[in-house]
């Protein structure tokens, strides 16, 4: 008879979620701000995204996380010859 406590049991090795990003591009300044605060349209966009997600089956406690890549604009110049200045 088999010692249960001393068996070895051989547990599969779980394979890492791999992660969902969502790229938004190059937002301005303001958009990032209202995200971040979870209003605007950038936040409308994400929670959109993740609802076809849900949809196609995609997200669950199987898969990995979701993350949301943003890039700032750069503000223009308000005067055309400002850069001379710095």
């Known amino acids: 008879m088999a010692d249960p406590i001393h ?4 547990a ?3 394979a890492k979620p791999e992660p969902i990003i969502v790229d938004l591009g190059k937002q ?10 979870g ?3 950038l936040f409308s966009k994400v929670l959109e ?3 076809q ?3 196609r089956g995609v997200t ?3 898969t990995g996380p979701v ?20």
């Open 67 to 86: 993350i949301v890549v943003v890039n700032e604009k750069k503000r223009k110049a308000r005067w055309p010859y400002a850069s001379l200045w710095r």
């Open 7 to 10: 068996e070895k049991t051989e």
């Open 12 to 14: 599969a090795p779980k």
């Open 49 to 51: 995204t993740h609802a």
């Open 39 to 41: 209003k605007g349209d």
């Open 53 to 55: 997600l849900e949809a």
């Open 60 to 62: 669950g406690e199987a």
């Open 28 to 37: 301005k300044k303001n958009k990032i701000r209202r995200l971040r605060n």
